[in-house]
């Protein structure tokens, strides 16, 4: 008997909560309630139907290298919640190189722990609740890539993508004993010795397009070889081929061998050509700029003082890989063709007899 009258109990509080539920206004917007009896019998309303947005004012941010950049990022619940949430923010990156997605940031609440090459250049701003935005510091040529910002709350996460650039100059590099004798490591390794890092095809593609022509195929940081032309000819390629990147794909980054393409941005010091009563051999160069409390001028140096400083200079000088080079801004007779370039007289003897350009670091 007494079982049958918890049965009957059981119904009509079934029936009293369905009534309930069927009265309520209908919910246009996708969210929904949720009725239940707790352990004690009190009857509770949970909110389950809160939307996160994530989102970034700005998909793309450029800068230079040793300067700093702010990746914009907030998130905000509709409806807005009538207590704090404590969200967790996580910012990961991508090489502009390709590669794995690896983590950069973890921050919930006052808790923050960075990783890898950025421990100690990042924070986030938090300058309001919901504030996600990252800015980093001190940024290095390999800093360039994708950046997603994830925000994850509870079961429901998302995120948005902000792309970093940094300005700066694309130059083409050789091996000292001439054309094509790089492989893809041989190829990081001269551009690094030189200041710089693999270009990748977004930077040569935008250095293309300001005028860059060059007929020698060269590694790419993706690991494809290619090279920009802008005005077509038979020994490049055809002169019938529009003007544009050419491309020979993916290679094999080991016995296949190539030139390179190069990437260097703002320098934190100055190229300047030495000035001297007499022509040196190059260890004598290598010398002279160290008794002036500078190192001779990598490459990089001084396609970075050419294209950010604007140095302009008809006198040829040693650089620190053997090389004889000059900047000119201002095209003039008797310094080379008629557009802005650093000229290059190659790897002559080191026994020859030249000026040099030095680097000195701002203190």
Not at 123 to 149: E, I, S
Not at 220 to 233: F, I, N
Not at 265 to 292: F, I, P, W
Request: some cysteine; overall charge positive.
């Amino acid at each position: 008997m007494s079982c049958c009258f918890q049965t009957v109990l059981l119904l009509i509080a079934h029936l009293v909560l369905s009534g309930w539920a069927l009265a309520s206004p209908t919910i246009q917007n996708s969210f929904f309630y949720h009725v239940y009896l707790n352990e004690s019998s009190n009857k509770g309303i949970h909110f389950s139907g809160m939307k996160l947005h994530v989102d970034s004012a700005q998909p793309s941010v450029f800068s230079v290298r040793g300067g700093n950049a702010t990746l914009q990022c907030k998130f905000w619940y509709e409806p807005e919640p009538s207590s704090p949430r404590e969200a967790r923010v996580k910012w990961s990156w991508v090489s502009a190189a390709g590669g794995h997605e690896t983590d950069l940031v973890v921050a919930a609440g006052p808790r923050f722990r960075s990783f890898g090459d950025f421990r100690g250049r990042v924070q986030l701003r938090r300058d309001f609740p919901g504030d996600a935005t990252l800015v980093l510091n001190k940024l290095q040529l390999n800093d360039t890539g994708r950046y997603r910002c994830a925000v994850v709350d509870g079961l429901e996460d998302q995120s948005t993508v902000v792309h970093l650039e940094l300005q700066g100059v694309v130059f083409p590099y050789q091996h000292p004993r001439g054309r094509y004798h790089l492989s893809f490591l041989g190829a990081q390794q001269a551009c690094e010795e030189q200041d710089s890092t693999l270009a990748t095809f977004t930077q040569l593609f935008r250095s293309w397009k300001e005028g860059l022509n060059w007929c020698n195929a060269g590694w790419l940081a993706d690991g494809t070889v290619q090279y920009p032309m802008t005005r077509p000819r038979e020994s490049c390629g055809g002169a019938r081929l529009p003007p544009g990147v050419r491309h020979y794909g993916r290679q094999h980054l080991y016995p296949n061998r190539y030139d390179v393409f190069c990437f260097s941005s703002l320098l934190q010091g100055k190229v300047y050509y030495l000035q001297s009563s007499r022509k040196m051999n190059l260890t004598e160069a290598q010398h002279a700029c160290q008794d002036d409390r500078a190192e001779i001028a990598k490459v990089g140096q001084l396609y970075s003082a050419w294209k950010f400083a604007g140095l302009d200079r008809c006198d040829a000088g040693w650089l620190a890989d053997g090389s004889v080079r000059y900047p000119i801004t201002r095209p003039r007779k008797s310094c080379g063709p008629s557009e802005p370039g650093v000229r290059s007289f190659g790897f002559p003897p080191p026994q020859h007899k030249h000026g040099v350009y030095c680097y000195k670091l701002d203190t």
